[in-house]
């Protein structure tokens, strides 16, 4: 099984590293699985593609470039998800909702017909409605995601 690991990148402190970092770990030992971490698939673009850019700086300081790298980006990550990935884990929080490729992402997901699961303590309510339409399940914690994806027979979540 593959997963990706989608949620705030560009707005979220250290761009999300460590939650990535740590699920990857956990998915690898306890399941069996493999991640696709876009933290780690952006640092290798970087450093064999754009050595040396400061890839946030482009934004205000050269846009053309920004655009084109962040194309780069987009086309590695919706290939990964239309191509190879079996299903998403979101993290829903603060830095997703204000940024636009984790809503792309699920998207994608959701049209190639690979389930999301996602992790949030956000209210229902306050999620957007098209980012509920792409999500398979919802999960209030990734203790609860964890017991979800180990148990012999999964069974349905609990509704936030």
Request: net charge negative.
């Amino acid at each position: 099984m593959r997963f990706y690991l989608s949620g705030g990148m560009e707005y979220a402190g250290d761009e999300g590293r460590d939650w990535r970092r740590s699920v990857q770990e956990w998915l690898e030992r306890e399941c069996g699985a493999t991640a696709f971490n876009p933290n780690i698939e952006s640092d290798r673009l970087f450093t064999t593609r754009h050595a040396g850019v400061d890839f946030r700086r482009l934004k205000t300081g050269d846009p053309d470039h920004y655009r084109r790298i962040a194309a780069e980006l987009v086309d590695i990550d919706c290939g990964e998800i239309a191509e190879r990935t079996d299903a998403v884990i979101c993290y829903w929080d603060a830095s997703a909702m204000r940024g636009a490729g984790t809503k792309g992402e699920l998207t994608m997901a959701r049209y190639f017909h690979k389930p999301v699961y996602m992790v949030t303590t956000i209210p229902f309510a306050e999620i957007p409605g098209w980012v509920l339409g792409c999500t398979t399940a919802m999960f209030r914690g990734f203790e609860e995601l964890k017991s979800f994806l180990t148990a012999p027979a999964r069974r349905s979540p609990s509704p936030l």
